[in-house]
């Protein structure tokens, strides 16, 4: 064990060792308690801020969190109809066609059987009209295409440009949302 202790330089041994062996008592630098102290509430008080920053952020991401949550919910409930509504309208305008084609005969059977598709159709748009249906005709006002589509162009110097001429097919709104755009024919001069 000797040679190990003799090969063994002082760059190697702290500093406290080399002066006990010296016979001098080790030495600590002196540190001011209330320095330290400082130091650490300070630290701690930094700490503190940033969990207290971090608690704020997660706040508010819960709160945004929420609110996209109760809006998606509303909007679910608002048009939870709408499937079933947009099967529906090819119905009315299969009952639009019936009638149309039945009031143009004057055969006494078939004015019994529109009476009835009459009352069938009341029915059904009375229904729509309750779950907030409501149909798009704009005949007279200017094309726009958030409501319509353009299926027809016509050249008619009595109406002014890009004017609806005439409601090709009826388009429907749930709400305030387009669920089938109006097919309409529109003065383009």
Same mark, same amino acid.
């Given at each position: 064990?000797?040679?190990?202790?003799?090969?063994?330089?002082?760059?190697?041994?702290?500093?406290?060792?080399?002066?006990?062996?010296?016979?001098?008592?080790?030495?600590?630098?002196?540190?001011?308690?209330?320095?330290?102290?400082?130091?650490?509430?300070?630290? *701690?008080?930094?700490?503190? $801020?940033?969990? #207290?920053?971090?608690?704020?952020? +997660?706040?508010? %991401?819960? /709160? &945004?969190?929420?609110?996209?949550?109760?809006?998606?919910?509303?909007?679910?409930?608002?048009?939870?109809?709408?499937?079933?509504?947009?099967?529906?309208?090819? *119905?009315?305008?299969?009952? $639009?066609?019936? #009638?149309?084609?039945?009031?143009? +005969?004057?055969? %006494?059977? /078939? &004015?019994?059987?529109?009476?009835?598709?009459?009352?069938?159709?009341?029915?059904?748009?009375?229904?729509?009209?309750?779950?907030?249906?409501?149909?798009?005709?704009?005949?007279?006002?200017?094309?726009?295409?958030?409501?319509?589509?353009?299926?027809?162009?016509?050249?008619?110097?009595?109406?002014?440009?890009?004017?609806?001429?005439?409601?090709?097919?009826?388009?429907?709104?749930?709400?305030?949302?387009?669920?089938?755009?109006?097919?309409?024919?529109?003065?383009?001069?």
């Amino acid at each position: 064990m000797k040679k190990k202790e003799e090969n063994i330089t002082t760059e190697q041994v702290p500093e406290q060792e080399i002066k006990m062996e010296n016979g001098e008592a080790p030495t600590t630098p002196e540190i001011d308690p209330v320095q330290a102290l400082t130091e650490q509430v300070n630290k *701690l008080q930094k700490e503190k $801020e940033e969990l #207290i920053e971090q608690i704020k952020y +997660s706040q508010a %991401e819960l /709160v &945004s969190y929420r609110m996209r949550k109760d809006e998606e919910t509303q909007n679910l409930l608002k048009y939870a109809s709408q499937d079933l509504i947009s099967e529906l309208i090819p *119905l009315i305008d299969n009952f $639009e066609r019936a #009638i149309k084609l039945a009031s143009s +005969s004057n055969n %006494e059977e /078939v &004015s019994k059987y529109l009476t009835g598709f009459q009352m069938m159709y009341t029915s059904y748009v009375d229904i729509l009209k309750k779950y907030g249906v409501e149909e798009i005709n704009r005949v007279g006002e200017v094309f726009d295409s958030k409501l319509e589509q353009a299926m027809v162009a016509e050249s008619n110097p009595d109406y002014p440009d890009e004017v609806v001429l005439e409601v090709l097919q009826k388009g429907y709104k749930l709400k305030d949302r387009v669920i089938r755009p109006a097919s309409v024919k529109i003065n383009q001069l």
